[in-house]
Protein backbone atom coordinates (compact mmCIF):
# COMPACT_ATOMS: atom_id res chain seq x y z
CA UNK A 1 0.00 0.00 0.00
CA UNK A 2 1.45 3.14 -0.74
CA UNK A 3 0.30 5.81 1.73
CA UNK A 4 0.54 9.91 1.76
CA UNK A 5 1.60 10.03 -1.73
CA UNK A 6 0.49 13.52 -1.98
CA UNK A 7 0.94 15.86 0.32
CA UNK A 8 -2.07 17.72 -0.15
CA UNK A 9 -4.19 14.65 0.10
CA UNK A 10 -6.97 14.97 3.43
CA UNK A 11 -6.05 12.83 6.51
CA UNK A 12 -6.23 9.19 6.37
CA UNK A 13 -6.05 8.84 2.77
CA UNK A 14 -4.40 5.49 1.45
CA UNK A 15 -3.61 4.35 -2.36
CA UNK A 16 -3.53 0.80 -2.73
CA UNK A 17 -4.47 -1.65 -5.78
CA UNK A 18 -8.50 -3.04 -6.17
CA UNK A 19 -9.12 -6.03 -4.00
CA UNK A 20 -12.29 -8.13 -4.16
CA UNK A 21 -14.08 -6.87 -1.14
CA UNK A 22 -14.15 -3.19 -3.20
CA UNK A 23 -16.92 -4.30 -5.69
CA UNK A 24 -19.81 -2.81 -4.14
CA UNK A 25 -18.14 0.43 -2.79
CA UNK A 26 -16.29 0.99 -6.36
CA UNK A 27 -19.51 0.33 -7.95
CA UNK A 28 -21.25 3.18 -5.93
CA UNK A 29 -18.38 5.80 -5.88
CA UNK A 30 -18.60 5.24 -9.90
CA UNK A 31 -22.22 6.04 -10.26
CA UNK A 32 -21.77 9.20 -8.09
CA UNK A 33 -18.79 10.13 -9.60
CA UNK A 34 -19.46 8.96 -13.45
CA UNK A 35 -23.17 10.22 -13.20
CA UNK A 36 -23.98 10.08 -17.02
CA UNK A 37 -22.81 6.68 -16.99
CA UNK A 38 -24.47 5.08 -14.47
CA UNK A 39 -23.21 0.42 -14.11
CA UNK A 40 -24.73 -2.14 -12.43
CA UNK A 41 -22.29 -4.59 -10.52
CA UNK A 42 -22.98 -7.13 -13.40
CA UNK A 43 -21.65 -5.06 -15.62
CA UNK A 44 -18.80 -4.15 -13.43
CA UNK A 45 -18.35 -8.16 -13.25
CA UNK A 46 -18.87 -8.86 -17.35
CA UNK A 47 -16.54 -5.56 -18.68
CA UNK A 48 -13.82 -5.36 -16.15
CA UNK A 49 -13.55 -8.35 -13.56
CA UNK A 50 -14.13 -11.26 -16.91
CA UNK A 51 -12.13 -8.95 -19.49
CA UNK A 52 -8.72 -11.29 -20.18
CA UNK A 53 -6.61 -7.88 -20.03
CA UNK A 54 -7.90 -6.97 -15.89
CA UNK A 55 -5.30 -6.94 -13.91
CA UNK A 56 -5.74 -5.51 -9.80
CA UNK A 57 -3.17 -3.82 -10.09
CA UNK A 58 -4.23 -1.96 -12.93
CA UNK A 59 -7.23 -0.37 -10.53
CA UNK A 60 -5.84 2.22 -8.12
CA UNK A 61 -8.40 2.21 -5.58
CA UNK A 62 -8.20 5.48 -3.29
CA UNK A 63 -9.82 5.42 0.32
CA UNK A 64 -10.01 7.49 3.32
CA UNK A 65 -10.56 6.18 6.71
CA UNK A 66 -10.44 2.69 5.29
CA UNK A 67 -13.89 3.75 2.85
CA UNK A 68 -13.55 3.94 -1.00
CA UNK A 69 -13.53 7.43 -2.63
CA UNK A 70 -12.36 7.08 -5.68
CA UNK A 71 -10.70 4.91 -8.46
CA UNK A 72 -9.03 4.71 -11.84
CA UNK A 73 -9.41 1.67 -13.93
CA UNK A 74 -5.94 1.42 -16.73
CA UNK A 75 -5.73 -1.75 -19.27
CA UNK A 76 -2.62 -3.43 -21.19
CA UNK A 77 -2.92 -5.83 -23.27
CA UNK A 78 -2.14 -9.29 -21.30
CA UNK A 79 -3.96 -11.87 -24.46
CA UNK A 80 -3.59 -10.78 -27.97
CA UNK A 81 -6.32 -8.94 -29.80
CA UNK A 82 -6.46 -10.45 -33.50
CA UNK A 83 -3.86 -9.59 -35.78
CA UNK A 84 -3.55 -6.32 -33.89
CA UNK A 85 -1.52 -8.00 -30.98
CA UNK A 86 -0.56 -7.31 -27.31
CA UNK A 87 -0.07 -3.45 -28.48
CA UNK A 88 2.55 -3.15 -26.02
CA UNK A 89 3.17 0.39 -26.24
CA UNK A 90 -0.35 1.42 -25.44
CA UNK A 91 -2.37 1.79 -22.66
CA UNK A 92 -5.95 2.92 -22.04
CA UNK A 93 -7.59 4.34 -18.83
CA UNK A 94 -11.18 3.42 -19.13
CA UNK A 95 -12.68 4.94 -16.27
CA UNK A 96 -11.45 7.51 -13.57
CA UNK A 97 -13.62 8.91 -10.94
CA UNK A 98 -13.56 10.55 -7.40
CA UNK A 99 -16.63 10.83 -5.62
CA UNK A 100 -18.20 14.34 -5.36
CA UNK A 101 -17.95 15.05 -1.93
CA UNK A 102 -14.74 14.37 -1.96
CA UNK A 103 -12.82 16.29 -5.46
CA UNK A 104 -10.76 18.74 -4.87
CA UNK A 105 -9.02 17.36 -2.14
CA UNK A 106 -5.86 15.14 -4.36
CA UNK A 107 -7.38 11.78 -4.49
CA UNK A 108 -7.64 12.13 -8.37
CA UNK A 109 -3.79 13.49 -8.43
CA UNK A 110 -2.93 11.12 -6.07
CA UNK A 111 -4.72 8.26 -8.70
CA UNK A 112 -3.56 9.37 -11.86
CA UNK A 113 -0.01 9.90 -10.57
CA UNK A 114 0.48 6.33 -9.41
CA UNK A 115 -1.25 4.72 -12.58
CA UNK A 116 0.93 6.58 -15.07
CA UNK A 117 3.90 5.69 -13.12
CA UNK A 118 2.47 2.24 -13.28
CA UNK A 119 2.36 2.22 -16.74
CA UNK A 120 5.55 4.13 -17.87
CA UNK A 121 7.61 1.49 -15.67
CA UNK A 122 6.00 -1.41 -17.39
CA UNK A 123 7.13 0.35 -20.64
CA UNK A 124 4.05 1.93 -22.44
CA UNK A 125 4.70 4.63 -24.61
CA UNK A 126 1.01 6.78 -24.41
CA UNK A 127 -2.10 6.05 -22.68
CA UNK A 128 -5.57 6.78 -24.40
CA UNK A 129 -9.16 7.54 -22.39
CA UNK A 130 -10.43 5.78 -23.56
CA UNK A 131 -10.88 3.95 -27.33
CA UNK A 132 -10.38 0.74 -25.77
CA UNK A 133 -11.83 -2.56 -27.60
CA UNK A 134 -13.53 -4.61 -26.76
CA UNK A 135 -14.87 -3.41 -23.46
CA UNK A 136 -14.78 0.69 -23.61
CA UNK A 137 -17.78 2.35 -21.75
CA UNK A 138 -17.74 5.38 -24.03
CA UNK A 139 -15.69 6.44 -26.62
CA UNK A 140 -13.69 8.99 -24.09
CA UNK A 141 -15.09 11.94 -21.82
CA UNK A 142 -18.53 13.34 -22.31
CA UNK A 143 -17.55 16.92 -22.98
CA UNK A 144 -21.24 18.54 -21.55
CA UNK A 145 -21.38 15.71 -18.47
CA UNK A 146 -17.93 15.86 -17.51
CA UNK A 147 -16.27 19.19 -18.74
CA UNK A 148 -14.25 19.92 -15.60
CA UNK A 149 -12.31 16.68 -16.39
CA UNK A 150 -11.18 17.40 -19.87
CA UNK A 151 -10.05 21.27 -18.58
CA UNK A 152 -8.24 18.71 -15.97
CA UNK A 153 -6.70 16.41 -17.97
CA UNK A 154 -5.59 18.78 -20.95
CA UNK A 155 -3.61 20.66 -17.32
CA UNK A 156 -1.93 17.39 -17.08
CA UNK A 157 -0.62 16.92 -20.30
CA UNK A 158 -3.24 14.94 -22.25
CA UNK A 159 -4.24 15.83 -25.54
CA UNK A 160 -7.38 16.06 -27.33
CA UNK A 161 -6.75 13.82 -30.67
CA UNK A 162 -10.68 13.22 -31.60
CA UNK A 163 -14.38 14.46 -30.82
CA UNK A 164 -16.80 11.64 -31.67
CA UNK A 165 -20.66 11.66 -31.10
CA UNK A 166 -23.16 9.07 -30.12
CA UNK A 167 -26.29 9.50 -31.82
CA UNK A 168 -29.93 8.56 -31.65
CA UNK A 169 -33.27 8.00 -34.04
CA UNK A 170 -36.35 7.75 -33.30
CA UNK A 171 -38.07 4.66 -35.47
CA UNK A 172 -41.61 5.37 -34.80
CA UNK A 173 -43.15 6.40 -38.38
CA UNK A 174 -39.85 5.71 -40.22
CA UNK A 175 -40.34 5.91 -43.92
CA UNK A 176 -37.11 5.50 -46.78
CA UNK A 177 -36.23 8.79 -47.50
CA UNK A 178 -37.45 10.01 -51.07
CA UNK A 179 -33.51 10.17 -51.49
CA UNK A 180 -33.00 6.82 -50.69
CA UNK A 181 -35.52 4.98 -52.34
CA UNK A 182 -34.09 6.94 -55.74
CA UNK A 183 -30.66 5.62 -54.57
CA UNK A 184 -31.69 1.69 -54.10
CA UNK A 185 -33.30 1.72 -57.36
CA UNK A 186 -30.01 3.60 -59.42
CA UNK A 187 -27.89 0.92 -57.37
CA UNK A 188 -30.09 -1.50 -58.89
CA UNK A 189 -29.46 -0.47 -61.80
CA UNK A 190 -25.74 -0.49 -60.98
CA UNK A 191 -25.99 -4.43 -60.07
CA UNK A 192 -25.72 -3.89 -56.89
CA UNK A 193 -28.39 -5.23 -54.34
CA UNK A 194 -29.05 -4.64 -50.78
CA UNK A 195 -30.67 -8.00 -48.96
CA UNK A 196 -31.11 -9.54 -45.64
CA UNK A 197 -27.78 -11.44 -44.92
CA UNK A 198 -28.07 -15.58 -45.26
CA UNK A 199 -26.02 -17.95 -43.45
CA UNK A 200 -23.59 -18.50 -46.80
CA UNK A 201 -22.70 -15.21 -45.94
CA UNK A 202 -20.14 -15.86 -43.22
CA UNK A 203 -17.00 -16.24 -44.80
CA UNK A 204 -17.10 -13.56 -47.60
CA UNK A 205 -18.61 -10.78 -44.76
CA UNK A 206 -15.88 -11.75 -42.74
CA UNK A 207 -13.12 -11.90 -45.14
CA UNK A 208 -14.42 -8.39 -46.45
CA UNK A 209 -14.25 -6.72 -42.74
CA UNK A 210 -11.33 -8.32 -42.45
CA UNK A 211 -9.91 -6.23 -45.25
CA UNK A 212 -11.72 -3.49 -45.17
CA UNK A 213 -11.77 -2.89 -41.52
CA UNK A 214 -10.67 -3.16 -37.49
CA UNK A 215 -10.48 -6.42 -35.64
CA UNK A 216 -13.60 -5.24 -33.56
CA UNK A 217 -15.66 -4.89 -35.87
CA UNK A 218 -14.67 -8.67 -37.43
CA UNK A 219 -15.78 -9.20 -33.88
CA UNK A 220 -18.66 -8.00 -33.37
CA UNK A 221 -19.91 -9.46 -36.83
CA UNK A 222 -19.01 -12.95 -36.15
CA UNK A 223 -21.37 -12.25 -32.73
CA UNK A 224 -24.05 -11.13 -35.02
CA UNK A 225 -23.72 -14.08 -37.38
CA UNK A 226 -23.70 -16.75 -34.72
CA UNK A 227 -27.07 -15.03 -32.75
CA UNK A 228 -28.50 -15.16 -36.43
CA UNK A 229 -27.72 -18.30 -37.83
CA UNK A 230 -26.62 -20.48 -34.44
CA UNK A 231 -28.55 -19.16 -31.70
CA UNK A 232 -31.10 -16.68 -31.45
CA UNK A 233 -32.23 -14.21 -34.07
CA UNK A 234 -35.05 -12.09 -32.62
CA UNK A 235 -32.49 -9.45 -31.57
CA UNK A 236 -30.12 -8.91 -34.08
CA UNK A 237 -30.03 -8.54 -38.18
CA UNK A 238 -27.46 -7.86 -40.64
CA UNK A 239 -27.97 -6.37 -44.42
CA UNK A 240 -25.33 -7.13 -47.10
CA UNK A 241 -24.40 -5.15 -50.25
CA UNK A 242 -23.66 -7.08 -53.17
CA UNK A 243 -22.47 -6.47 -56.74
CA UNK A 244 -21.77 -9.16 -58.83
CA UNK A 245 -21.51 -11.81 -56.69
CA UNK A 246 -18.99 -9.79 -53.84
CA UNK A 247 -19.38 -7.96 -50.70
CA UNK A 248 -19.33 -4.55 -51.16
CA UNK A 249 -20.57 -3.27 -47.95
CA UNK A 250 -22.90 -4.69 -44.86
CA UNK A 251 -24.82 -3.01 -41.82
CA UNK A 252 -26.10 -4.85 -38.48
CA UNK A 253 -27.82 -3.98 -35.17
CA UNK A 254 -28.07 -5.65 -31.82
CA UNK A 255 -31.53 -4.82 -30.23
CA UNK A 256 -31.34 -0.96 -30.70
CA UNK A 257 -27.77 -0.64 -31.15
CA UNK A 258 -27.13 0.29 -34.58
CA UNK A 259 -23.65 -0.75 -36.32
CA UNK A 260 -20.80 -1.18 -36.86
CA UNK A 261 -21.76 -0.87 -41.15
CA UNK A 262 -19.67 -0.28 -43.40
CA UNK A 263 -18.81 -0.08 -47.34
CA UNK A 264 -15.88 -0.53 -49.78
CA UNK A 265 -13.71 2.13 -49.90
CA UNK A 266 -13.59 2.31 -53.42
CA UNK A 267 -17.98 2.33 -53.93
CA UNK A 268 -17.96 4.94 -51.02
CA UNK A 269 -20.44 8.14 -52.45
CA UNK A 270 -22.77 6.07 -54.64
CA UNK A 271 -25.64 5.94 -52.08
CA UNK A 272 -24.53 2.40 -50.97
CA UNK A 273 -24.36 3.50 -47.21
CA UNK A 274 -27.52 5.31 -46.94
CA UNK A 275 -29.46 2.38 -48.21
CA UNK A 276 -27.80 0.16 -45.67
CA UNK A 277 -28.18 2.02 -42.98
CA UNK A 278 -32.16 2.79 -44.11
CA UNK A 279 -32.52 -0.82 -44.90
CA UNK A 280 -30.93 -1.73 -41.02
CA UNK A 281 -33.57 0.62 -39.65
CA UNK A 282 -36.93 -0.58 -41.65
CA UNK A 283 -35.83 -4.23 -39.97
CA UNK A 284 -35.17 -3.17 -36.54
CA UNK A 285 -38.81 -1.32 -37.00
CA UNK A 286 -40.27 -4.33 -38.18
CA UNK A 287 -38.68 -6.45 -35.27
CA UNK A 288 -40.41 -4.15 -32.51
CA UNK A 289 -37.83 -1.65 -31.58
CA UNK A 290 -38.73 2.19 -31.44
CA UNK A 291 -35.16 4.11 -31.46
CA UNK A 292 -31.99 3.09 -32.76
CA UNK A 293 -28.53 4.89 -31.56
CA UNK A 294 -24.86 3.74 -31.54
CA UNK A 295 -21.84 5.44 -29.28
CA UNK A 296 -19.29 6.62 -31.76
CA UNK A 297 -18.85 8.22 -35.07
CA UNK A 298 -17.30 11.83 -36.65
CA UNK A 299 -18.91 14.50 -38.11
CA UNK A 300 -18.45 13.42 -41.50
CA UNK A 301 -20.64 10.81 -41.14
CA UNK A 302 -22.96 11.90 -38.96
CA UNK A 303 -24.31 14.11 -41.98
CA UNK A 304 -25.03 10.53 -43.40
CA UNK A 305 -27.08 9.71 -40.33
CA UNK A 306 -29.14 12.50 -40.23
CA UNK A 307 -30.57 11.73 -43.96
CA UNK A 308 -32.43 8.97 -41.80
CA UNK A 309 -33.50 11.27 -38.69
CA UNK A 310 -30.54 10.72 -36.16
CA UNK A 311 -29.38 13.61 -34.26
CA UNK A 312 -26.49 14.19 -31.63
CA UNK A 313 -27.06 13.04 -28.16
CA UNK A 314 -23.23 13.39 -26.62
CA UNK A 315 -20.49 14.86 -27.36
CA UNK A 316 -17.08 12.71 -26.56
CA UNK A 317 -13.08 13.66 -25.95
CA UNK A 318 -10.82 11.15 -26.58
CA UNK A 319 -7.80 12.15 -24.81
CA UNK A 320 -3.84 10.89 -25.04
CA UNK A 321 -0.79 11.32 -23.48
CA UNK A 322 2.90 10.41 -23.80
CA UNK A 323 4.57 8.67 -21.26
Given at each position: ??????????????????????????????????????????????????????????????????????????????????????????????????????????????????????????????????????????????????????????????????????????????????????????????????????????VPVLAFIQRHFSADWYR????????????????????????????????????????????????????????????????????????????????????????????????????????
Amino acid sequence: MIKDINKATPPGFSLRTYAPADESALVEVWNAALWADPIAISIWRTKVLLDPNFRAEGCHVAEVNGAVRGFLLSITRQVPYYDEGLQADQAWITAFGVHPDWQGRGLGNALLEAALNRLQNIGCKRVTISSYVPNYFTPGVDTAAYGAGVEYLVRRGFKVISRPLSMRAELTGFRYPTAVTAADEKLRQQGIVIRPAVASDIVPVLAFIQRHFSADWYREAAGIFGDLFVGDPRMVNMIIAEQNGAVVGYAQHRAERFGPFGVNPELRSRGIGRVLLAATLMEMLKKGFHAAWFLWTGDDAARLYAVCGFHEVRRFAVLQKNL
